[in-house]
């Protein structure tokens, strides 16, 4: 893996009382032509063994770079030059000019004592410096080996594998990984998907299962990590390199929510030859009201709504349940609970008992039932108002299987209800230990909008923080990626052990949180091209540039052209498609005959039982849940709540 | 060598001392007239170089030396002088970038053997460091000790200069030239060489007088005077010479921005003059600031002492930026 070379010296440290050496900065210089520049690791040797600091081997990285000549003041160029530019440049001497570099010690060997950096020859690092400098030698090697290619330091023609440590990387010493870089470029994405392929290939057994759920909240983006993209002879060199295979997922699983209709899948990832795996993502009363809290904006959130969801959570949901007017409930769907609803508020209205039911106030009750409604409207598609839900395999998510939960087209709030789902679930299980697996790396984008260092505090941000602060000793690891850092709450970018940056804005990289970086290193990230990112890891004492190969898997962009997606198929044909994804022997057209002048709840209801049923014979299942025919009937509009007589002001 | 040597007469008996005389810094030259003879016109005329087209050699060496001391000790009032003298010429190519093709640089003892204590005159002999002695006389007086040490540390230095133009003159390739940083007539080879150049700052040493000292000193800058041949002084060899005017004197001084060309002494010199001056009037560019010679100092001269300086022993020199008393300080010694 590690390669040895003895590159020449490239330059020699020197140290003035202005600018001296110091325990944790140094200053060297070098030829005018030279192959180093900013982010070049270097290694400082005291030449001689008569030279102070012999013996003493320093690893630094560039921060800085300063160009200067011996001319006292630009006016004497101007003298000399007799004020014409063109004559300066013909000059028959060329002016003394020095390449001083500045450059942030990463590592001194031996450690103690810490001293100033000797002034001795500088060398461009080999692979072995990089790996001492990193401090990666601590977890390259050794009888449990934790190291995760993340991609390739290059400088001067030189280039050396750059490691993280899972155990910092993915817990439990540290964890989480925070991304940040400007649209557009696609490199937060690749770079995670670069990532996650490197992990899932050196992942340490002895740390287990590693799974990851990647939410795709905008457009194609993760819709073909199983299909094989495109590749330069140069990204393959660099597979090579890291010893990652450049290979698309193995094991995708795609998760999606209906369209409006219910049975068309609400992804870009319909194409014939792909759709079939992609599994819709439903449900139902049970799963939403489990996450209400997710749906209260701030005005909601009081102690009389709480009560009352916990109220039907506990009381009245899935339980044979007495309204207090004569009816009898089992609720289980957003239907029953409709019922539910209007029975008591027609009871309160006809019994003139006044404006409490069971304790709860009828605004509270209004309120609550209008939030709930609202999602089985905004949302219509994941959240079905009857019927049982589909689900992630939860305890039985498979071993480096990416999970896929595409709420790209959902409405914010649905994206909102399910990513706080998800998440929640995934730690539930990794609590009980009952997952499948025994990590699970959560990849979120657009953090600036899930966690916003400002704003309210929502039921997701406070989710997403308790995933950064207590998540690593789970397993449940976050990777995060956003377009402005800044905007993301501290706590939850600060958990991250693991910062990558990719090419950043300049406004950004103006706020305060990027002082500690040198104005070089500011204008490098500000030009990084794609491929290239900075990292910075809790082995690496300073940030590093690293180039990484492009994702072995097809970009979303690609892969909307390569599969377009599929119009929306008539409400026949896509229930026909989904029952012969489930069975392959079922024949389309003796569904479109089955499903004439049927209702299409009914088609919906049966089309999810025969869904979570799996039967053998899916057509005879499918057949069975509708049930017998009966007399076409017009569409019932939904049903709307009749005003209540006024009894105060709130405006429910 | 260092202070080996130092240490050495230190320990003898020598009572230590730490002395910079400012003239260590620099050379002067003599002051005195020998008169010149006219070469390319009968009387000393102004040439003015517009349109002369600028010769443009393909290399160029640039030689030119240095020279520090510092007094170390004193045997009785008997000065002990360590003397530090080198040379170097950097080579300009097509890529106008000077590089180091030679150098040298010696270190001696100046002082007078037989007016020292037996214990220091051997513990100097013994450290094998170059002594040179000073006349019987200068060493009485500890006023002239002084300036006869800097006349011996001026032709140490003259002599490396020399020694190092004349080793680079047998390797001088067809389309190179040599220019050295003062006069020629002190060598045979340079004197005599095509492609030698002599350029001096100092303007000590006067050749005419009257209506033609006022032309010669009086020069518009790009204009150079006729060629002549300044009369022989002592041992110095036949050579051509005349002034340039590289800035304009007028507001400055006389000086200002004024050398002297030598060359050696042949037909083609008089007629290259003009070509040879467009040329170092060429070479005021990049001036030679921070130095304050900078209106006469060619830039690769500059350059060369630059290179030398920084190479010299550090502690010959004080260092301007250090806020540390230099080993030379006035300040009293509180330890042994």
């Known amino acids: 893996m590690i390669e040895r070379r003895d590159p020449p010296p490239i330059g020699r440290v020197v140290a003035t009382e202005q600018k001296p050496a110091t325990p944790h900065q140094f200053h060297f210089w070098t030829a005018n032509e030279t192959s180093i520049g900013i982010g070049a690791i270097v290694r400082v040797e005291g030449a001689g063994s008569g030279e102070q600091g012999a013996g003493k081997v320093v690893y630094g990285v560039v921060t800085d770079g300063f160009a200067y000549s011996d001319l006292a003041t630009p006016l004497h160029d101007v003298v000399g030059a007799e004020g014409d530019p063109a004559k300066a440049a013909d000059s028959p001497t060329v002016r003394q000019e020095i390449r001083l570099w500045t450059a942030a010690v990463l590592r001194q060997r031996p450690e103690e004592p810490l001293q100033p950096v000797p002034l001795g020859q500088v060398h461009v690092a080999s692979d072995v410096d990089v790996a001492q400098a990193l401090r990666m030698d601590a977890y390259l090697g050794g009888a449990q080996p934790t190291a995760i290619p993340v991609g390739l330091y290059t400088s001067g023609g030189l280039e050396a594998p750059v490691y993280l440590d899972a155990d910092f990387l993915l817990g439990p010493e540290a964890a989480h990984l925070n991304i940040s870089g400007v649209s557009g470029l696609a490199t937060k994405t690749s770079a995670v998907e670069f990532l996650l392929g490197s992990i899932f290939q050196h992942f340490p057994p002895h740390k287990g299962r590693i799974a990851a759920v990647c939410f795709n909240v905008k457009g194609p983006d993760l819709c073909f990590l199983d299909q094989p993209g495109a590749l330069e002879d140069e990204d393959r060199r660099r597979y090579e390199r890291l010893a990652v295979p450049a290979r698309p997922f193995e094991r995708v699983r795609y998760y999606a929510p209906f369209k409006a209709d219910g049975v068309n899948l609400n992804t870009l990832r319909t194409h014939p030859d792909l759709v079939s795996d992609v599994e819709p993502l439903v449900w139902g009363l049970r799963e939403v009201l489990d996450y209400a809290e997710v749906l209260l904006n701030r005005d909601d959130i009081d102690a009389k709504a709480d009560a009352f969801i916990d109220f039907l959570s506990d009381r009245v949901v899935d339980k044979e349940f007495d309204d207090g ?94 990513f706080a789902r998800a998440v929640s679930k995934l730690r539930e299980h990794l609590e009980r230990r009952d997952l499948g697996v025994d990590a699970v790396v959560v990849f979120v984008d657009e953090l600036n909008k899930y966690a916003p260092g400002d704003g309210p505090e929502t039921y997701v941000k406070k989710m997403l923080l308790d995933i950064s602060e207590r998540g690593r000793y789970l397993g449940l690891v976050l990777f995060g ?52 990112l900075m990292v910075r890891h809790p082995h690496f004492t300073q940030p590093i540039f690293v180039r990484f190969p492009r994702p072995a898997v097809l970009r979303g962009r690609d892969g909307v052209e390569r599969f377009p997606p599929a119009a929306d198929l008539p409400f026949e044909d896509a229930v026909a498609r989904q029952l012969v994804k489930l069975d392959r022997r079922v024949r389309p057209n003796l569904v479109k005959d089955l499903l004439a002048d049927r209702r299409e709840e009914d088609v919906r209801r049966a089309l999810a039982h025969t869904r979570q049923a799996r039967p053998q014979d899916a057509f005879a299942h499918f057949k069975r849940q509708l049930g017998g025919r009966v007399a076409a009937a017009p569409a019932t509009a939904r049903e709307s709540v009749s005003p209540l007589n006024p009894i105060s002001d709130e405006p429910y | 060598m260092s202070r080996s040597w130092v240490d050495a007469i230190l320990a003898a008996g020598v009572v230590p001392a730490s002395y910079v005389p400012d003239a260590s810094v620099g050379r002067s030259d003599l002051e005195e007239f020998t008169g010149a003879d006219p070469v390319e016109d009968p009387t000393l005329r102004v040439h003015s170089l517009v349109g002369a087209r600028a010769l443009a050699p393909a290399a160029v060496g640039f030689l030119d030396g240095i020279e520090q001391w510092r007094v170390v000790g004193y045997a009785g009032v008997t000065p002990i002088v360590r003397a530090y003298v080198a040379a170097a010429i950097r080579l300009r190519g097509a890529d106008r970038r000077p590089r180091t093709i030679a150098e040298d640089a010696d270190e001696l003892a100046i002082t007078r053997l037989d007016r020292l204590p037996d214990a220091v005159r051997g513990a100097l002999e013994g450290t094998g460091v170059r002594v040179v002695e000073i006349a019987a006389e200068d060493a009485a007086q500890p006023a002239r000790a002084l300036p006869a040490a800097r006349v011996e540390v001026q032709k140490a230095r003259a002599a490396l200069e020399r020694r190092l133009a004349e080793q680079r003159l047998a390797r001088l390739g067809s389309d190179e030239w040599l220019v050295v940083d003062g006069v020629l007539s002190d060598s045979p080879a340079l004197s005599a060489h095509p492609r030698a150049l002599g350029v001096v700052k100092s303007h000590g040493a006067e050749y005419f007088e009257g209506p033609e000292l006022e032309r010669a000193l009086t020069l518009p800058a790009a204009h150079r005077t006729s060629v002549f041949r300044p009369k022989r002084r002592g041992a110095r060899r036949e050579i051509y010479s005349w002034y340039l005017r590289l800035w304009p004197w007028e507001g400055n001084d006389l000086l200002y921005g004024l050398l002297r060309v030598e060359a050696r002494a042949h037909p083609d010199t008089v007629v290259r003059a003009s070509r040879i001056s467009a040329w170092l009037v060429d070479e005021r560019a990049p001036l030679a600031t921070p130095d304050r010679r900078w209106d006469r100092l060619l830039y690769p001269i500059h350059d060369v002492e630059t290179y030398l300086r920084v190479r010299a022993p550090r502690d010959l020199v004080s260092h301007p930026a250090s806020r540390i008393p230099h080993p030379g300080s006035r300040l009293p010694r509180t330890g042994s």
């Open chain 1, 325 to 418: 007017f004569g009816g009898a409930h089992r609720v289980l769907t957003f239907a029953d609970l409709e019922r539910l609803f209007r029975s008591i508020f027609d009871g309160l209205e006809l019994s003139a008992r006044g404006d409490t039911w069971r304790t709860h106030h009828i605004a509270t009750i209004r309120k609550v039932r209008n939030r709930l409604s609202n999602i089985s409207t905004r949302c219509k598609g994941l959240v079905t108002d009857d019927g049982p839900s589909n689900d992630l395999p939860w305890g039985r998510f498979e071993d480096r299987a990416v999970y896929v939960v595409d709420v790209a087209n959902v409405d914010p709030l649905g994206q909102d209800l399910v």
């Open chain 1, 481 to 532: 990626a956003e377009q402005f850092r800044s905007q993301v709450h501290r706590r939850v970018v600060g958990n991250a052990g693991t910062i990558v940056f990719g090419r950043m804005d300049s406004d950004e990289l103006a706020t305060p949180g990027y002082q500690v970086l040198s104005p070089a290193i500011k204008i490098k990230l500000a030009t990084l091209p794609i491929g290239e």
